[in-house]
């Protein structure tokens, strides 16, 4: 099965770091093994991976670095 999956990445021409069978070129999370590209907000940036997996937020901005992007973060909303 991960050999397969290897084959696959290997003859699609891209690196697969997470081994989830999706080309990092095409995966909308490198680092995050999400073999379904899940994106229920539609912003580019996978479940796996998203900050704010139910906000468009392309930028994935975190000032505080915790987590959650700014668009969802209640901390960050409260802080100038
Ligand atoms: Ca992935
Ligand atoms: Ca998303
Ligand atoms: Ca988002
Ligand atoms: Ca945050």
Do not use: F, K, Y
Request: overall charge negative.
């Amino acid at each position: 099965m991960i050999r397969a999956m290897l084959l696959v990445a290997a003859l699609s021409g891209g690196v697969d770091v997470d081994d989830d069978g999706v080309p990092d070129a095409r995966d909308n999370c490198p680092h995050e093994e999400n073999p379904g590209q899940r994106d229920a907000d539609r912003d580019g940036w996978g479940d796996a991976c998203d900050g704010c997996p139910n906000v468009p937020d392309a930028t994935q901005l975190d000032a505080d670095g915790d987590g959650w992007g700014d668009a969802c973060d209640p901390v960050d909303a409260d802080v100038t």
